[in-house]
T-cell receptor, first 112, second 113 residues
């Protein structure tokens, strides 16, 4: 069975500070891993995707995530937070059936 | 940029009533999905649909739920007799193919009173 756990339902960072959103996965097969972002009143938008190629994945808006098999982690980072990064972030894992299994989400607040 | 459109954005209904949530997937996509998120909980997979039939469904997707692609553009989720616990945000998604990126709509918030 596939699942993800997101540590921290709320994260606050100052503008310009490092963003670190944590995600750990559980999968019985080599996983596909995703980070989605949801801005207020909008749909889930794909930030980045890991599909067993490079372990460091770069996404949109300066975000990146590193797949660490030994730690079963896929944490999302951004070196310098911007006010426009304030949103809800979802980690997800996909199994062989192509269905997505999401975490509970982390709400990121950026403090000016 | 093409997008998945969901209507209405908010649906309020009485317990026991039928509701239909509507989605217009991206036009060249072939795979369609419904997910839901109960407030404060995970986004959960409900059902996937391909070639006019259900590909897979979760335990949540019981006999009260059904999906349909009535006219080649809309993709609908019907809840036959709503329960209080059906209150949630329902997301529609579509993709070009299996293993490819799923594009999501903004969701429909269903409130069952």
């Amino acid at each position: 069975a596939q699942s993800v756990t997101q540590l921290g339902s709320h994260v606050s960072v100052s503008e310009g500070a490092l963003v670190l959103l944590r995600c750990n996965y559980s999968s019985s097969v080599p996983p596909y891993l995703f980070w989605y972002v949801q801005y207020p009143n909008q749909g889930l938008q794909l930030l980045l995707k890991y599909t067993s190629a490079a372990t460091l994945v770069k996404g949109i808006n300066g975000f990146e995530a590193e797949f660490k098999k030994s730690e079963t982690s896929f944490h999302l980072t951004k070196p310098s937070a911007h006010m426009s990064d304030a949103a809800e972030y979802f980690c997800a894992v996909s199994d062989q059936t192509n269905n997505l299994f999401f975490g509970t989400g982390t709400r990121l607040t950026v403090i000016p | 940029e093409p997008e998945v459109t969901q209507t209405p954005s908010h649906q309020v209904t009485q317990m026991g009533q039928e509701v239909i949530l509507r989605c217009v997937p991206i036009s060249n996509h072939l795979y369609f999905y419904w997910y839901r998120q109960i407030l404060g909980q995970k986004v959960e997979f409900l059902v996937s649909f391909y070639n006019n039939e259900i590909s897979e469904k979760s335990e949540i997707f019981d006999d009260q739920f059904s999906v349909e692609r009535p006219d080649g553009s809309n993709f609908t989720l019907k809840i036959r007799s709503t329960k209080l616990e059906d209150s949630a945000m329902y997301f529609c998604a579509s993709s070009e193919g299996p293993g490819l990126i799923q594009y999501f709509g903004a969701g429909t918030r269903l409130s069952v009173l």
